[in-house]
């Protein structure tokens, strides 16, 4: 009988237990992200993984699945697959390419959230979000413009689009702050993913006598480039792009953009678990932390420049004669303060034609940036069409 | 000493044929499941996943009818080609010439055109356009004795670049923002799917209808001789007077027209409009190279390879998703796979015996 009463504590213990974890996992929220390219590059999709391993360690309910180098052809399937037969709660879909199949979804699933990434389209229960890099580029202006010797600076670009050409804007007015001589040329290589093809435009871009490289493109290509002229006693300057690329062109590197989409998806989920998500448009800058100054998460601007970069003056209006180095700070402690205290796209603002595009006084709304195709004074060319 | 003697099989019976398939899959699986040890998962488990992941439900099944569509019409103009040993590995080019001819038609004539007119416009382009990128190779093999191996593979290239300057160029939409897409295809132009569902059954009804017509030509007519013939011995094909340059330019038509179709299909039934050459087509081309030898590059059997493949690419997201591999292994898998098939292949056509002998 004893034996019996222990048996039954025993029982009613494991049973008890085994009902608690029912519990726990009935609380358990599962989030889907559907990559565009592989978690193993050093571009966008490993960025986002990157972001999606931060919430798993922040939130401890977290439960998550991703699918990399999803065809944006796929995506609809993939996405079913997700809400089907793996009952996710949410889906991320991290490509604008995945914007109309989204949308679809959303509507064939109403009990389900989605948040698309980079697109413009919001549905009840489809929010947006995206974290734009285009102050560090600004930021990178100020640093190639102050630094380039023969006021011939490159730009290898993926596809002329909107995103593109705000970040190649960007960066061609924060060179033309530092330095009203030096011209940005671009070179379009149109792919995402192109080290071969990034490497000929680099190449061909020193060749020109451009000594100073920016791009956007998901390998450390052009700082390869860079890295190796330098070695070879030509000082090129570069920027890396994304991810922090600075361990492949020690030399080279001077600065970057680094995007966090981590805090992001820590709100996301956090607000979905606390029932107080709305399908907002979320557009993170430097003032949230989703836009990060820097070749590498430990080093904002590379010790090997900075002596060069605090040498060189620039007359401002707002803090006088100041050098690049301590402007570049400035500016990056204003826009941590928002987007109110410094933008780059104030007016007065002529693209390369002359035509005034943002008046003076004004400031471009986020629907100019995000239409954004003409070239600003300082870059030489014209967009593709 | 080991002595190894190859000899060509005299003749190859039914059975010896399908038990040489089989063995072929088994080995080529049992090769997979120890790429899967090797990067930690359980081999079982993950073929087991594959399988259930892709015909294991109603929505793994409908995925996998979807998929099947292209590579079952690519591979049946894929088998007639290899039957008349030209080995076009340009159905990716094909495919795509198809789509972009289909939706030049569909932009500019669809808004002014009903869907019964518009649908099948957009088809026979789209079968012209493949069939002309087909035609190339064909030419230039005959007239000038370039390797086709060479330059089908090489024209897939020239062709996803074309594509590629149409939408970043004169085609870009002007409803995309500047993405490098076409405007969307008219409503009338636009196939539609069995509810609930992907399946574009348009082209789904014209695969079969293709592997039907296709199946009579090679078995039941004087040119589907003629294709065989060529096949098996060109000099017998030249003294029996088969015209040898019409014969592989019409084979080369029929293999990049139907590509064209399925590339067609695509847009017009799951994209809507052109976008980047990989996403267009997602290698159906090169895929559809292993439907074909599955299928011993028999028509009818390619339906079956076709959903054979297509279910391991669907079910490669399920191993993706409940054991974490990368992407790539889908494609390792299918790789794999052709590897077995060949072998099994060489080791049917010919008799090999191992003798011990001394000295």
């Known amino acids: 009988m004893r034996i019996f009463g222990h048996l039954m504590v025993v029982l009613a213990i494991l049973l008890f237990g085994a009902g608690c974890e029912k519990d726990k996992s009935s609380e358990k929220l599962k989030a889907g992200f ?76 109403p009990n389900q959230k989605f948040m698309h990434c980079s697109g413009f389209k919001q549905t ?34 993926a596809f002329p689009i909107p995103e593109l050409i705000r970040h190649i804007d960007a960066f061609a007015l924060g060179i033309k702050a530092a330095n009203p001589k030096a011209k940005l040329h671009v070179r379009w290589i149109y792919a995402w993913y192109g080290p071969d093809k990034a490497k000929e435009a680099a190449e061909s871009l020193i060749a020109e006598g451009a000594d100073t490289l920016a791009f956007t493109e998901d390998t450390p290509a052009v700082i390869e480039v860079g890295q190796a002229h330098t ?4 000082q090129i300057y570069t920027f890396s792009h994304y991810s922090p690329m600075q361990a492949y062109g020690k030399d080279s590197v001077v600065s970057g953009q680094l995007v966090d989409w981590g805090g992001m998806y820590v709100k996301v989920l956090q607000d979905i678990k606390d029932g107080t998500w709305k399908n907002e448009d979320m557009w993170w800058l430097a003032e949230q932390k989703a836009a990060i100054l820097g070749g590498s998460f430990d080093e904002t601007i590379n010790a090997k420049f900075v002596d060069e970069l605090k040498a060189y003056k620039i007359n401002t209006k707002d803090f006088g004669s100041i050098s690049a180095f301590d402007l570049v700070e400035k500016r990056y402690a204003q826009m941590k303060e928002g987007v109110e205290v410094f933008d780059p796209f104030t007016g007065p603002i002529a693209d390369n034609k002359g035509k005034i595009r943002i008046p003076a006084g004004s400031k471009a709304s986020k629907g100019d940036l995000l239409s954004m195709m003409y070239y600003v004074d300082g870059v030489e060319g014209d967009i593709p069409k | ?166 939408i970043v160029g004169p085609w870009k939409g002007k409803t995309k923002f500047g993405y490098p897409y076409t405007d969307d295809l008219p409503a009338s132009a636009i196939l539609s799917t069995i509810t609930g569902t992907r399946i574009h059954y ?59 179709m399925a590339g067609i299909g695509e847009v017009a039934g799951l994209h809507h409009y052109l976008l980047y050459p990989g996403s267009v087509s997602s290698g159906y081309g090169f895929t559809a190279i292993i439907v074909a030898w599955l299928a011993k590059l028999n028509p009818f059997f390619v339906i079956l390879s076709g959903l ?31 590897v077995f098939l060949i072998m099994g292949d060489y080791f049917l056509k010919n008799k090999i015996t191992l003798k011990w002998a001394k000295g």
């Open chain 2, 1 to 166: 000493m080991l002595h190894i003697k190859v000899t060509d099989r005299e003749s190859i019976s039914n059975k010896r044929s399908v038990m040489t398939l089989i063995v072929s899959l088994i080995a080529g699986m049992t090769a997979m499941g120890l790429i899967f040890l090797m990067s930690g998962a359980n081999p079982f488990y993950a073929i087991f996943k594959i399988f259930s992941g892709s015909f294991g439900s109603r929505y793994g099944m409908m995925e996998t009818i979807t998929k099947a569509i292209p590579l079952i019409l690519i591979g049946a103009g894929l088998a007639i080609a290899y039957r008349a040993k030209f080995w076009n590995i340009g159905a990716e080019g094909q495919l795509l010439a198809g789509a972009i001819a289909g939706t030049w038609v569909g932009l500019n004539w669809g808004p002014h055109l009903p869907s019964y007119l518009i649908v099948p416009l957009m088809f026979i382009f789209g079968f012209a356009g493949g069939a002309f990128w087909g035609a190339i190779p064909a030419v230039l093999k005959i007239r000038y004795s370039v390797n086709e191996v060479i330059s089908t593979l090489m024209l897939n290239y020239i062709c996803a670049e074309i594509l590629m300057f149409l």
């Open chain 2, 202 to 260: 348009v082209t789904l009804l014209l695969g079969i209808i293709t592997v039907i017509i296709l199946g009579i030509v090679i078995y039941k007519t004087r040119f589907g001789y003629e294709v065989r013939v060529i096949g098996e011995n060109t000099h017998a094909a030249r003294y029996a007077g088969i015209n040898f340059f019409k014969a592989t330019v019409i084979i080369m038509v029929i293999s990049g027209g139907v590509a064209g």
């Open chain 1, 34 to 109: 559907i990559y565009v390219g592989p978690v193993g590059d050093y571009g966008f999709s490993h960025a986002h993984d990157v972001g999606r391993k931060f919430a798993m360690e922040k939130l401890p309910w977290l439960e998550t699945t991703f699918i990399e180098s999803v065809a944006e052809s796929d995506s609809a399937r993939i996405i079913d697959r997700l809400v089907q037969e793996q009952k996710m709660d949410v889906v991320f879909t991290a490509s604008f390419g995945y914007m109309d199949d989204t949308v679809k979804a959303s509507k064939k699933y």
């Open chain 2, 308 to 338: 054979f493949f297509a279910g391991i690419l669907v079910g490669g997201d399920a191993i993706q998703i409940s054991l974490g591999l990368p992407a790539a292994t889908v494609q390792v898998f299918n790789g794999t796979l052709l």
């Open chain 1, 124 to 157: 009840e229960n489809m929010g947006t979000y995206f974290a734009d890099l285009y102050q560090m580029y600004y930021l990178n202006g100020l640093m190639a413009g102050a630094l380039t010797k023969t006021d011939k600076i490159g730009y290898v670009a």
């Open chain 1, 231 to 234: 070695e070879k006693g030509k």
